[in-house]
């Protein structure tokens, strides 16, 4: 079974208030591992002890103006791991004009009918959410952004499970 997932935004869940995304837009990768380093609780000292690693090379490694240390790519996930703070994936996802979506789970489970029926709803909700927002001349609230935001989030999570669903229908081509 062939699958793939395709991931076009970063929204947050409806009623979060995860800035990671813009945080990190534009930013340089070294500048988002420094930033982690900051916003961690217990910083550089913390983030080592949980990656198993010195925290005296990891500090030298998060420094932008140290050129003699690197944080390794298999460190970068480590760090974004153990901190929770994905600064590092968005940073690179908007350098090469890309933008990242948190993982979901595939509501249809695999259920090919179900699929479609929840990227129907999903598209319902979301023109709902988004005609409500939209109703009137007056400024649109945080709230109704982020239900708007959610309601997107939900239906591209749809068309991946569809698409899914549908590859796993597919006949396999021999190689």
């Not at 988002?32 to 983030?47: C, D, H, K, R, S």
């Not at 090469?96 to 699929?115: K, N």
């Not at 899914?164 to 081509?173: D, I």
């Amino acid at each position: 079974m062939t699958a793939f997932s395709f991931s076009a935004a970063c929204f947050p869940g409806y009623g979060e208030k995860h800035v990671h995304a813009d945080i990190a837009r534009g930013m340089d990768v070294l500048d988002a591992a420094f930033l982690i380093a900051q916003e961690t609780p217990g910083g550089v000292q913390a983030l080592a002890h949980r990656m198993g690693v010195s925290p005296n090379t990891l500090q030298h490694k998060l420094n932008p103006n140290n050129v003699s240390h690197h944080l390794s790519l298999k460190e970068a996930v480590a760090l974004q791991t153990v901190s929770g703070l994905p600064y590092v994936l968005y940073a690179m996802s908007a350098a090469l004009d890309h933008v990242c979506l948190r993982s979901r789970p595939d509501v249809a489970e695999g259920d090919a009918w179900e699929a479609f029926r929840f990227l129907q709803q999903s598209m319902g909700e979301l023109t709902a959410a988004a005609a409500d927002a939209l109703r009137g001349d007056g400024a649109v609230s945080a709230n109704a952004h982020r239900r708007v935001e959610h309601q997107a989030n939900e239906l591209i999570a749809g068309v991946s499970a569809l698409v899914n669903a549908v590859a796993a229908r597919s006949p396999k081509r021999e190689a």
